[in-house]
């Protein structure tokens, strides 16, 4: 059987970056069948990853529908119940007619360690793996990319990968460790808890979450 890699923009998921909901996804084409009509079967794996950033889970194959000649009124039907249906900016971007696969998922599980796979989509948000080639390049964690030497900075970078990024979702439990608040009721940030400019490190044991409110309001401070 073959596994998966659906690739999938912010704005079109509903629920929230950090618990986006897993449970459907929908692939559209208005010129031919979308990826995966046709190659995809009950019980396969589907792997969820951000555009621009790491898989964070993975479900299994439900049952799913194809359809020709789709609306966006009858794929909205597909989709009824799930939050999906209510994700406004993703409908009104829907050509008039176009083809359409429906997949429902099952047995969602987040990974404990986000993976950066080493392969990259060649414009498809949907990837049958249907090779063990395609399987290692996209499920085994990729190696850095080799670029041409250049000189090295002396300061170690303030920027946090999407990989420790999750990490740091996961350990603190989506929690913002100063006022208790959890997603979807606010936005979550990762704090640097020795202040980036008086010296702390962007590594995990300076990391935590914390909720946009707080993480404004500490600002450049350390809290004892």
Known sequence: MAQH?????????????????????TQTHSGRHPVPWGRITIGETVWMKWVGGPIVARAVVQGFRQIEDCTAGRLRDAVAGYRLADLEEYWTTRPPTFSSVTVYLEHEEWLDEAIEPSARSRGESWIVLDTKGLEDSWLIEGKPQQRPARKRSSSPSRTISPKLRFEILKRDDFTCKYCGRRAPEVTLHIDHIEPWSKGGRTESSNLCVACQDCNLGKGARRLT
């Open 5 to 25: 890699v659906a690739i999938r923009r912010e704005d079109y998921v509903a629920g929230t970056r950090v618990r986006p909901e897993v449970g459907v996804f």
